[in-house]
């Protein structure tokens, strides 16, 4: 069973992204099914069976990764987890 997952981008690269899970796992993904404008690096986006699918902005990223449990306690729209929070990807984009 596939099973759609928030990622955040490292590297935009022509029609695939370079993207990392929470846990610094690194894959690529194909923006054919991709809605929305060409993600920068620091964005977040879901990504199902190796396809980007839409645009995930920081305080919903923040909130899937508290339901997921991967967040210490109640969301806090400026932290995520695993080295992720809203302030790095915010410089990353920079």
């Known amino acids: 069973m596939c099973e759609s997952r928030l990622r955040r981008v490292l590297a935009v690269a ?5 993207v990392e899970d929470p846990d610094g796992g690194i894959e690529h993904a ?3 099914a991709y809605e ?7 964005d977040f986006v879901v990504v199902h069976s190796g396809y980007a699918l839409a645009p995930v902005d920081d305080e919903e990223a923040a909130l899937m990764l508290a339901e997921l449990g991967r967040a210490p306690s109640a969301p806090d729209p400026g932290q995520g987890a695993g080295g992720w929070t809203s302030a790095s990807a915010q410089e990353e984009r920079g």
């Open 14 to 18: 022509g029609p695939t992204l370079v």
């Open 30 to 32: 194909s923006l054919l």
């Open 36 to 42: 929305g404008p060409v993600p920068r690096r620091g």
